[in-house]
C-alpha cells in the first residue's frame, strides 16, 4: 500500500528548475541566472519593508487595498479591476485553474515561459503550444491552435526565455481572432523594460474586452523578487472571480509595504530601466563580437546562440562560467540546448561575464 495517490498529472509533471543559485569557483558569486534586478529594489521599498516589521502579529490586508491604489494611481487604472498575488507566476497560475480544466487546452507559443505548460498540466487541461517564427510568438499559429476546447491563451510579452516581443498591432490581431469565451492572459512581466513605440503591455485590450487579463510583477524592474508580489488587471468579471477563488492573504504586509513604496520612486526606476538598456546593449555587443549573437531583447536580459544544437557546448560554457562563479541559464527545458539565458548584471558583473567567455572562446582556439 503506497499511500494516498495523487491526481495522474500531478505525477507526470516535470520539476521546474529556477536559476543556479551556487557557483563552483572562490570569487563572489555573480547571479545572472533568474532575471532579477541588477541595482535591486529602491531604498524606499526596503525602508518600508524593514518599518513593517513592526506589524508582523497581525494578518495583512487581504485585498492589498493601498497597494492596488497606489497601482491604479501610477497606470490609470480602476482599482477595482486589480488584484495582486504572491508573484504573477501564482496570479497566472490562478487564472489557469479557474479557467481551465480536464478536457480543456490552454494555448502558448513554442518557447513560451515554462510556468505556462507546467501550470496548464497541473490543471489537468492539455498544454498546446503553438510555433514561432524567428523565435518570436507567431500571432497565425496561435490562433490556428485555438480550437473549440481552448479556454486559455497565455502570452509572455516580452517572451522568457526569448526576449522578443509583439507588437500592439500583433497583439490586436490576436485578440480581434480569439473567440470572445476564450481568455486571454497577457504576461507582462518585463513591460517596464520595453522602450520600443510599438510595444504595449495590454492594458488598452483589457479596458475594451471582457476576455483579457493583463499580468505584472515587482520582481523585475523594481527589484522585489524575494518579497513576491504579481498583480492582474483585467475586467470586472474576471477579478470578482479570481477574489473568489483566491486565497484570503495572498500578499505579505512587508510586501504589500515594499511594493507601494517602490511605485513612489520613479527616480529609482528610471535608473533601473536606463542601466539596463545600456548594459543589455553593451553584452549583446560583446557577444556578438564573441560569435555568440543574441536574440533580439527587450528585456532585463540577453539569450545567446552559443553554438550548434546538439554540440552540447553550450552547456560546457555554462559549466566553465560556474567554475569562476558567474551563474547563466541553460534553456535545455526548451529545447534550445544550444543557447544561453544571460541576465543583466551591474557593470563589474558584466565585464567579468564578457572576461568568462572569452577566456572560453580563447581557449578554443
Ligand atoms: C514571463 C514571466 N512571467 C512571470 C514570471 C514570474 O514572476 P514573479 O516573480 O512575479 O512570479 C517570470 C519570471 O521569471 C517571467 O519571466
Same mark, same amino acid.
Request: hydrophobic share 40%; net charge negative.
Given at each position: 500500500? #503506497?499511500?494516498? !495517490?495523487? *491526481?495522474?498529472?500531478?505525477?507526470?509533471?516535470?520539476? =521546474?528548475?529556477?536559476?543556479?543559485?551556487?557557483?563552483?569557483?572562490?570569487?563572489?558569486?555573480?547571479?545572472?541566472?533568474?532575471? !532579477?534586478?541588477?541595482?535591486?529594489?529602491?531604498?524606499?521599498?526596503? &525602508?518600508?519593508?524593514?518599518?513593517?516589521?513592526?506589524?508582523? *502579529?497581525? =494578518?495583512?490586508?487581504?485585498?492589498?487595498?493601498?497597494? #492596488?491604489?497606489?497601482?491604479?494611481?501610477?497606470?490609470?487604472?480602476?482599482?477595482?479591476?486589480?488584484?495582486?498575488?504572491?508573484?504573477?507566476?501564482?496570479?497566472?497560475?490562478?487564472?489557469?485553474?479557474? =479557467?481551465?480544466?480536464?478536457?480543456?487546452?490552454?494555448?502558448?507559443?513554442?518557447?513560451?515561459?515554462? &510556468? $505556462?505548460?507546467?501550470?496548464?498540466?497541473?490543471?489537468?487541461?492539455?498544454?498546446?503550444?503553438?510555433?514561432?517564427?524567428?523565435?518570436?510568438?507567431?500571432?497565425?499559429?496561435?490562433?490556428?491552435?485555438?480550437?473549440? #476546447?481552448?479556454?486559455?491563451?497565455?502570452?509572455?510579452?516580452? @517572451?522568457?526565455?526569448?526576449?522578443?516581443?509583439?507588437?500592439?498591432?500583433?497583439?490586436? &490581431?490576436?485578440?480581434?481572432?480569439?473567440?470572445?469565451?476564450?481568455?486571454?492572459?497577457?504576461?507582462?512581466?518585463?513591460?517596464? $523594460?520595453?522602450?520600443?513605440?510599438?510595444?504595449?503591455?495590454? !492594458?488598452?485590450?483589457?479596458?475594451?474586452?471582457? @476576455?483579457?487579463?493583463?499580468? &505584472?510583477?515587482?520582481?523585475?524592474? =523594481?527589484?522585489?523578487?524575494g518579497v513576491r508580489v504579481g498583480w492582474a488587471y483585467g475586467s470586472e *468579471?474576471?477579478?470578482?472571480?479570481?477574489?473568489?477563488?483566491?486565497?484570503? $492573504?495572498?500578499?505579505?504586509?512587508?510586501?504589500?509595504?515594499?511594493?507601494?513604496?517602490?511605485?513612489?520612486?520613479?527616480?529609482?526606476?528610471?535608473?533601473?530601466?536606463?542601466? @539596463?538598456?545600456?548594459?543589455?546593449?553593451?553584452?549583446?555587443?560583446?557577444?556578438?563580437?564573441?560569435?555568440?549573437?543574441?536574440?533580439?531583447?527587450?528585456?532585463? $536580459?540577453?539569450?545567446?546562440?552559443?553554438?550548434?544544437?546538439?554540440?552540447?557546448?553550450?552547456?560546457?560554457?555554462?559549466?566553465?562560467?560556474?567554475?569562476?562563479?558567474?551563474?547563466?541559464?541553460?534553456?535545455?527545458?526548451?529545447?534550445?540546448?544550444?543557447?544561453? *539565458?544571460?541576465?543583466?548584471?551591474?557593470?563589474?558583473?558584466?565585464?567579468?561575464?564578457?572576461?568568462?567567455?572569452?577566456?572560453?572562446?580563447?581557449?578554443?582556439?
Amino acid at each position: 500500500m #503506497r499511500g494516498p !495517490e495523487p *491526481r495522474p498529472e500531478i505525477t507526470s509533471l516535470p520539476l =521546474y528548475v529556477p536559476g543556479a543559485t551556487r557557483g563552483t569557483g572562490e570569487d563572489p558569486v555573480i547571479k545572472l541566472s533568474s532575471n !532579477e534586478s541588477a541595482l535591486g529594489p529602491s531604498p524606499e521599498a526596503l &525602508r518600508a519593508y524593514r518599518e513593517y516589521a513592526e506589524k508582523l *502579529r497581525l =494578518y495583512p490586508d487581504t485585498g492589498c487595498h493601498e497597494l #492596488r491604489h497606489a497601482l491604479a494611481e501610477r497606470h490609470g487604472l480602476e482599482t477595482t479591476q486589480i488584484v495582486c498575488g504572491n508573484g504573477s507566476d501564482q496570479v497566472v497560475h490562478a487564472l489557469t485553474l479557474l =479557467y481551465a480544466g480536464h478536457g480543456d487546452e490552454v494555448v502558448f507559443s513554442e518557447n513560451g515561459f515554462l &510556468r $505556462f505548460k507546467l501550470g496548464a498540466i497541473s490543471c489537468g487541461a492539455t498544454p498546446v503550444s503553438a510555433k514561432e517564427v524567428k523565435h518570436t510568438t507567431s500571432v497565425d499559429a496561435l490562433l490556428a491552435s485555438v480550437t473549440d #476546447r481552448t479556454k486559455v491563451v497565455l502570452l509572455a510579452n516580452p @517572451n522568457n526565455p526569448t526576449g522578443t516581443y509583439v507588437p500592439t498591432g500583433e497583439l490586436e &490581431r490576436l485578440w480581434a481572432g480569439l473567440p470572445p469565451t476564450v481568455l486571454l492572459v497577457i504576461d507582462s512581466a518585463y513591460a517596464e $523594460f520595453v522602450e520600443s513605440a510599438d510595444y504595449s503591455s495590454g !492594458e488598452a485590450l483589457v479596458g475594451r474586452s471582457e @476576455n483579457v487579463v493583463m499580468t &505584472r510583477t515587482f520582481s523585475k524592474a =523594481y527589484g522585489l523578487a524575494g518579497v513576491r508580489v504579481g498583480w492582474a488587471y483585467g475586467s470586472e *468579471r474576471v477579478i470578482e472571480t479570481f477574489n473568489r477563488a483566491r486565497l484570503p $492573504f495572498p500578499v505579505s504586509g512587508a510586501a504589500q509595504a515594499a511594493g507601494v513604496a517602490a511605485l513612489q520612486d520613479e527616480a529609482h526606476l528610471r535608473a533601473v530601466i536606463g542601466h @539596463n538598456t545600456k548594459a543589455r546593449d553593451w553584452v549583446a555587443e560583446q557577444m556578438r563580437d564573441l560569435g555568440m549573437p543574441p536574440l533580439p531583447s527587450a528585456t532585463n $536580459f540577453n539569450t545567446c546562440r552559443v553554438s550548434e544544437p546538439g554540440s552540447g557546448l553550450a552547456r560546457t560554457v555554462m559549466e566553465f562560467l560556474t567554475s569562476r562563479n558567474i551563474l547563466v541559464r541553460p534553456l535545455d527545458a526548451y529545447g534550445l540546448d544550444n543557447y544561453l *539565458r544571460i541576465t543583466v548584471g551591474l557593470d563589474s558583473e558584466n565585464e567579468k561575464l564578457i572576461d568568462g567567455f572569452s577566456a572560453f572562446v580563447g581557449r578554443l582556439s
